[in-house]
Each structure stands twice: as structure tokens, then as C-alpha cells.
């Protein structure tokens, strides 16, 4: 039966919950045991997708197709296991499944509560769709004391109850301050945050400390003793270099041991941590460094491309070379001043996105980089407008656009019931994908002697999507001819997936998003190919 972890966050957000659910989830794994990480995030929204990546940072995407909070990223970036839609709920889901059973009757003329009904569906859902898992890792959203944690804590706190201490473990992860003027390690807001906590009726078993430096004995002692956890629980986390020091980090200050330690039980196998070893020394060591430039409408707010900033370093692993990622806002992105702020630019990436903004300076720069042959990448949004520009530039087609941004353009990007051909809308067509996003994992089969097959070295492939908006496949043959290549299809023929320029070193458009595939232990084919291509150029 599954043992339950749950880990909360105390003091301020963003301490590195994610990341520290992600790190024990690997070291457990790691010993045999079979693992899932979970996110409960208490806002209403039903889920990430509607959310801007101003907001909340990146939605990231699972196989089956779900838009979830970016900490799922972590989780599978650091375990290599896919997570799913059962993985990630909101309060708003929460709410919605509730209001819904409730309109339909189904509480039988019962008053409708927080505590149970709320509460219990949230228990539900932490416990749906586990089979053989030894441990499950749930890690809830916020931090101790905000209005909409709460019943997140009750139902952990009644969970608990259910099935048994042995059975439960509660982390608590705070900050402990480093006041410069006393040169004082401070436990007070450790101290609160706990006690808070147990007012709920929640005893942490474990207590993780994030710290700037290395927490002396009698700092721990003291935490300890105000946080009633016995001194070995008391666990540090000092800032790391990278994260991919984090297992490492946890190893040493014995997290694992210390929860396994609480159920009684013992490893399967021994961990292995020469992996992470490998890549932090990577990381730090590397001397030679290569600069992309990505180019998109969120690049001031840092998890806003969480994924891609991963695998673009995860390609830099690979080739041996630190990847230097130049931020460039495309709003700014004017042409006359492209050449002086791409200068030192060794590959230039197009993110996905949605809007109009900023797609005159994203159009600019794909502009340059087939021009000046540069190696370039353009993901979802970023293929759509290196098709757009290529058609306007190369095939003349001066009303060229999508309809997602301009209705009465000619759409080589559109919806497929607006693609027309010789200026005819042509409706009716089999697929009608109208107002809905396309989602998770799909095929698509690559062209022989295609740039991409060489990179996938493949046949097939499937990847992760995330939108409405189709390249115009009745427009294949003229792309082709002027050297647009549609090397990657969907299986039935319809869906062009991927672009790439016949005269040019290395000019890739994909449909889908492979950033959210690509993990540090095996990085993405795509953007180790396209690291290689930038390195050399
Ligand atoms: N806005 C585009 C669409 O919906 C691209 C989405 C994306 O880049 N993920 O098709």
C-alpha cells in the first residue's frame, strides 16, 4: 500500500517546494521504490491553462494532455516519470466537480459544506489513480497561513488520520534568514510558521530549511525543540549552484534516509547520484559557452519558459558547452536594430505564444536568421511565424497571416475550416478543430532524408501540443517548391507538424513542444541538434 508525503511551505513562497518534492521523489526512485508526484495549487482557476505566464509562469503540458501547474516540469525532469492529469488539481476543479454533483442531486438534500464535501474531494483525489506506488509525494501549492490552503490542510490533516500516521509523513519547508547586521542565523519565522501549522492540527515529521548558508547545531537544536521534530529531521538546504545539485544536496543532509527511516523501511537498492554528479560538473566547469537568443513576449518573467530554458541547457549537457540564454523582448525587436542585438547570437529561438504583440519583431528576426543563415528553432508560435514570414518574403504572398491575429488575412496559419486555397475559405473538411486546443501527445512521420529524421533518427515520433491554429496543408506544394520543406505530417496526411529550410544549415519549425520531453539525464534530440548547429556556427 502507498505510503503518503506531504510537503508544505511555510515563511514565503517560491523556496524551492518543486524542487525539493522533485529531489526525494528521484532518491527514492532511485533505491527501488516506485514513485509519483503530485500538485494540489489552491487558486480558483479549474486549471494553469487560462492562466498568463506573467502570472503563474509556464503551463506545462502532460502526455495525456493536461495544462498543469510548471512544478510538474520539476517532478518530471528530475524523475523521468510521465506525469499525468490525475497529477495536478486546483481548487477550482475541486469546486467545479462539487457544484456539479450538486446541481445534479447527488448529495441528496444534504447541506453542501467545505468540511466534508470539499474536503473529501480532495482526499479523492489524492488517492485516485495509484495502483502499486510505494510512495506518493504531494506537494500543496502556497504557503502556511494563506485563506486558500486551508482546506487543502484539513484534507491532509483528516487524510492522515485515515490512514495512519505509519502511513503519512508531513514535511514543512521554511526559510531561515541570514541577518547580515547581528550576523545572526534567524529560527523565529521557522518557529511561527510550524506553530501555525499545528494550530491546524499538523505536526511536521520533517522540517526542511532553506537557508544561505549552513545552519549551526544549536540553531537546529532550537528548531527542534519550538518545532517538536527530533533533531535529525531537522534538514538543510543550502542554497545550490544548480539545481541539478539538489539530489545531491538532499542526499547528503540524509532527506531519504530520514523518511525512510520514519517508515520503517529499507532500500531496495543503493542510490546512484553520478548522474546529477556528471551534469553539475558539467554545469559549472564548462568554459566554452554558446549565446541563444529567445525572442517572446515573457521573457522578463523567469519561469515563464521554464521548460525551455531546461532543455536548452539540457542540449548544452550534451554538447559539452554552457548555453548562455540572451532574453530578448520582442516588442523592442525592431529590424533596423536587429543586426546590432542579435550580434553575438549563435542560434536564435522562437518560443510559443498567442496574441498579436510582438509578432512584428519575432517575424523580424526569423527574417535575419534565414537570411544570415543562423541556426534557428521555432516552436508552436514560432514555426507559425517563420511559415508566415517565408510566405510574405519568398512566396510573395503579401497578405500572408494568421487568423488567430488577423481575421481577414490570407491564412497560411488558421484554423482548418479557414484555410483557403487561391483565395477560396473552404469549409467542411473533416477535421474542424474550431475554438478547441489541440492537446498532448500526438504522431506525426518524418520525411525521408529530412533534416529532423536525421535528428529524431526515426521514423515517427510523438510530442506534446498546445494549439488551436494549423499550418495551411494546401499550401505545401508551394512552400516546397521555393524550399520549404513540410518534413514532418501528422499520420492521416493533414497536419503539417514540422518546417525546415532546404538552403539553410539548420532551420527547424515544430508544431508541438518538445521542451516539455526533454529531461537533463536525456536531453532533448531537437535541441541537443540544434546546440550542435549553434556551437559550429
Ligand atoms: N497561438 C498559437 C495557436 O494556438 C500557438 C500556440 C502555442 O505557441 N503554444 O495555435
Known amino acids: 500500500m502507498a505510503r503518503y508525503i506531504f510537503v508544505t511551505g511555510g515563511v514565503v513562497s517560491s523556496l524551492g517546494k518543486g524542487l525539493s518534492s522533485a529531489s526525494l521523489a528521484y532518491l527514492l526512485k532511485s533505491q527501488g521504490f516506485k514513485v509519483r508526484v503530485r500538485k494540489m495549487d489552491p487558486y480558483l482557476n479549474v486549471d494553469p491553462g487560462t492562466m498568463s505566464p506573467f502570472q503563474h509562469g509556464e503551463v506545462f503540458v502532460t502526455n495525456d494532455g493536461a495544462e498543469t501547474d510548471l512544478d510538474l516540469g520539476h517532478y518530471e525532469r528530475f524523475t523521468n516519470i510521465d506525469a499525468k492529469q490525475s497529477d495536478n488539481i486546483t481548487t477550482g476543479r475541486i469546486y467545479s466537480d462539487v457544484i456539479k454533483k450538486e446541481r445534479k442531486g447527488n448529495y441528496l438534500g444534504k447541506t453542501v459544506q467545505v468540511i466534508p464535501h470539499i474536503t473529501d474531494r480532495i482526499k479523492g483525489f489524492i488517492k485516485n489513480d495509484i495502483t502499486n506506488e510505494d510512495f506518493v509525494i504531494c506537494e500543496i501549492g502556497g504557503t502556511v497561513g494563506d485563506i486558500e490552503s486551508l482546506p487543502f490542510l484539513e484534507a491532509i490533516r483528516q487524510f492522515s488520520n485515515d490512514l495512519g500516521r505509519n502511513k503519512t509523513l508531513f514535511i514543512h519547508l521554511t526559510l531561515v534568514p541570514f541577518l547580515k547586521s547581528s550576523d545572526e542565523i534567524k529560527t523565529k519565522p521557522t518557529q511561527h510558521s510550524v506553530k501555525e501549522l499545528r494550530s491546524i492540527g499538523i505536526q511536521p515529521d520533517i522540517v526542511i530549511c532553506r537557508s544561505q548558508q549552513s545552519i549551526p547545531y544549536e540553531q537546529r537544536k532550537k528548531i527542534s525543540l519550538f518545532c517538536n521534530v527530533p533533531i535529525d529531521n531537522v534538514i538543510e538546504t543550502v542554497d545550490v549552484r544548480t539545481i541539478y545539485e539538489a539530489p545531491i544536496s538532499f542526499y547528503k543532509e540524509k532527506l531519504d534516509k530520514q523518511v525512510l527511516r520514519y517508515f520503517k523501511i529499507k532500500p531496495k537498492k543503493k542510490v546512484n547520484l553520478l548522474p546529477w554528479k556528471k551534469i553539475t560538473k558539467i554545469v559549472l566547469k564548462n568554459k566554452k559557452s ?240 540544434f546546440i550542435k548547429a549553434a556551437k559550429h556556427y
Open 290 to 529: 554558446v549565446n541563444i537568443a529567445i525572442i517572446g513576449k515573457y521573457v522578463n518573467l523567469k519561469d515563464a519558459y521554464k521548460s525551455l530554458d531546461e532543455a536548452l541547457i539540457h542540449g548544452g549537457i550534451k554538447n559539452n558547452i554552457k548555453v548562455n540564454l540572451i532574453r530578448v523582448e520582442s516588442d523592442n525587436l525592431k529590424s533596423t536594430k536587429i543586426s546590432k542585438i542579435l550580434k553575438n547570437v549563435s542560434g536564435i529561438l522562437i518560443p510559443g505564444g498567442f496574441g498579436k504583440r510582438g509578432t512584428e519583431g519575432k517575424i523580424a528576426a526569423i527574417n535575419y536568421a534565414r537570411k544570415k543563415k543562423i541556426p534557428f528553432l521555432g516552436i508552436c508560435f514560432g514555426m507559425q511565424m517563420a511559415v508566415i514570414e517565408f510566405a510574405k518574403n519568398v512566396l510573395k504572398i503579401k497578405k500572408a497571416g494568421s487568423t488567430e491575429l488577423n481575421k481577414s488575412c490570407y491564412p497560411v496559419i488558421g484554423l482548418i475550416h479557414e484555410w483557403n486555397q487561391n483565395g477560396k475559405i473552404m469549409k467542411g473538411t473533416n477535421v474542424d478543430l474550431g475554438g478547441t486546443m489541440r492537446l498532448g501527445l500526438y504522431k506525426a512521420k518524418l520525411k525521408h532524408n529530412s533534416l529532423i529524421k536525421k535528428i529524431y533518427r526515426s521514423n515517427t515520433i510523438e510530442e506534446r501540443h498546445r494549439h488551436r491554429y494549423e499550418v495551411n496543408n494546401n499550401l505545401k506544394d508551394q512552400f516546397e517548391k521555393k524550399g520549404m520543406i513540410f518534413s514532418g505530417i501528422s499520420p492521416d496526411n493533414k497536419l503539417p507538424e514540422i518546417i525546415e529550410l532546404k538552403n539553410h544549415p539548420w532551420f527547424v519549425g515544430v508544431q508541438f513542444h518538445p521542451e516539455f520531453k526533454s529531461r537533463p539525464l536525456s536531453p532533448h534530440p531537437l535541441f541537443f541538434s
